[in-house]
T-cell receptor, first 113, second 114 residues
Framework: NAGVMQNPRHLVRRRGQEARLRCSPM?????VYWYRQLPEEGLKFMVY????????ESGMPKERFSAEFPKEGPSILRIQQVVRGDSAAYFC???????????FGPGTRLTVT | AQSVTQLDSHVSVSEGTPVLLRCNYS??????LFWYVQHPNKGLQLLLK??????LVKGINGFEAEFKKSETSFHLTKPSAHMSDAAEYFC????????????FGKGTSLLVTP
């Protein structure tokens, strides 16, 4: 059983461009979580999604950030008009239910130049 | 608000000696607490979790942690360090009473020397 997959592993964007980060949950998992790790910080919760639904986006910045988890395909975290402060590692996790252990992917390192 | 503080950003031990990684938490209700480990360029792996059952929790790879409510602590220990234990360790508390939305400490980098 493959683990949580994230791609790309490294992403470089210039200021003002868009960044799309993908997360494929483990087989059988319908709950997806996104976290962001800024330099020298712990991971911070961003958003919790189930298939086709955003359950909790209280950790998402109000502007430029959006997330989706369509019926088919991976979950996408989208950052529009990136700024240098968006440079961070973005981790995705999945679980079979919201009460179960979360399995983490290897992360996407976003660098904004 | 629920938060977690890892008291040491770096810990260095010799192979074969005990490991102690310290964590304090604050929570307005009985929390769920976790320790995760991250090896370089790998995803985070759950070491152990406390969810209001036994206060001494045993995890994988010989690690264990003790929940002490009076001290609001959840320190991670291992009797004898192995070289492969060198990694980043995160103490984690749940932000909601439902288990999702984890709140991570800043991490402790464990170095194991021969």
């Amino acid at each position: 059983n493959a683990g949580v997959m994230q791609n790309p592993r490294h992403l470089v964007r210039r200021r003002g461009q868009e960044a799309r980060l993908r997360c494929s949950p483990m087989k059988g998992h319908s709950h997806v979580y996104w976290y962001r790790q800024l330099p020298e910080e712990g991971l911070k919760f961003m958003v919790y999604l189930q298939k086709e639904n955003i359950i909790d986006e209280s950790g998402m910045p109000k502007e430029r950030f959006s997330a989706e988890f369509p019926k088919e395909g991976p979950s996408i975290l989208r950052i529009q008009q990136v700024v240098r402060g968006d440079s961070a590692a973005y981790f995705c996790a999945s679980s079979p239910t919201s009460e179960y252990e979360q399995y983490f992917g290897p992360g996407t390192r976003l660098t904004v130049t | 608000a629920q938060s977690v503080t890892q008291l040491d950003s770096h810990v260095s031990v010799s192979e074969g000696t005990p490991v102690l990684l310290r964590c304090n938490y604050s929570s307005s209700y009985s929390p769920s607490l976790f320790w995760y480990v991250q090896h370089p360029n790998k995803g985070l792996q759950l070491l152990l979790k406390y969810t209001s059952a036994a206060t001494l929790v045993k995890g994988i790879n010989g690690f264990e942690a003790e929940f002490k409510k009076s001290e609001t602590s959840f320190h991670l220990t291992k009797p004898s360090a192995h070289m492969s234990d060198a990694a980043e360790y995160f103490c984690v508390v749940n932000l909601r009473n439902s288990g999702y939305a984890l709140n991570f400490g800043k991490g402790t980098s464990l170095l194991v020397t021969p």
